[in-house]
Antibody, heavy 123, light 106 residues
Framework: QVQLVESGGDLVKPGGSLRLSCVGS????????MTWIRQAPGKGLEWVSY????????YDADSVKGRFTISRDNAKNSLYLQINSLRAEDTAVYYC????????????????WGPGTLVTVSS | SYELTQPPSVSVSPGQTATITCSGD??????ASWYLQKPGQSPVLVIY???KRPSGIPERFSGSSSGNTVTLTISGTQAMDEADYYC?????????FGGGTKLTVL
């Protein structure tokens, strides 16, 4: 069955950096678009970043542009999120999820999700 | 920025029908998805492309679209359906989630 497992979450000081990882199994990872979505404690879901199956197309939320970088290594069935210049408002559970296209291919839904990894930004 | 609006809370009695709405200026031109999330768990896709149900999702979950509003309907609501529900759509290469609706079954 499809499985996604995130790792790399930690307690980090403001201004610090982290690299989150997500390993996929049970499906052809290189054939799937992927995304990161986060959820601050007690808050709703916030989309963060998207990457195409080849890695050639990337979209980012305005709130993270210039600080977060999504990437993938299809040979390792892995998705990454490099997060720099961390702020208190980046504190959240970060989920990786598959992104499946609908319609004209410019819209996506998120079918499979990992359990998430917690990033806490605090001094 | 684009916004999707959901009611913060909906209450329903067991066995009755629950409806959760999601409105957005461009929903008439976009497909929407719905996710449920129980406390301490990851979100689960329950509806995609406005009306389609993934395999494994009970038939009591259905979706519809009219104008700039999409609706999630849960027929014969069960206690296990108590959760937070989020709608989601795309606009200009950006995914947007609604603020979420807490469904209470009482």
């Amino acid at each position: 069955q499809v499985q996604l497992v995130e790792s790399g979450g930690d307690l980090v000081k403001p201004g610090g950096s982290l690299r989150l990882s997500c390993v996929g199994s049970g499906f052809t990872f290189r054939g799937y678009y992927m995304t990161w979505i986060r959820q601050a404690p007690g808050k709703g879901l916030e989309w963060v970043s998207y990457i195409s199956s080849s890695g050639g197309t990337i979209y980012d939320a305005d709130s993270v542009k210039g600080r977060f970088t999504i990437s993938r290594d299809n040979a390792k069935n892995s998705l990454y999120l490099q997060i720099n210049s961390l702020r208190a408002e980046d504190t959240a559970v970060y989920y990786c999820a598959t992104a499946s296209p609908v319609g004209d291919g410019h819209s996506y839904f998120f079918e499979y999700w990992g359990p998430g990894t917690l990033v806490t930004v605090s001094s | 920025s684009y916004e999707l609006t959901q009611p913060p809370s909906v209450s329903v009695s067991p066995g009755q029908t629950a409806t959760i709405t999601c409105s957005g200026d461009k929903l008439g031109d976009q497909f929407a998805s719905w996710y449920l999330q129980k406390p301490g768990q990851s979100p689960v896709l329950v509806i995609y492309q406005d009306t389609k149900r993934p395999s494994g999702i009970p038939e009591r979950f259905s979706g519809s679209s009219s104008g700039n509003t999409v609706t999630l309907t849960i027929s014969g609501t069960q206690a296990m359906d108590e959760a937070d529900y989020y709608c989601q759509a795309w606009d200009s290469n950006t995914a947007v989630f609604g603020g979420g609706t807490k469904l209470t079954v009482l």
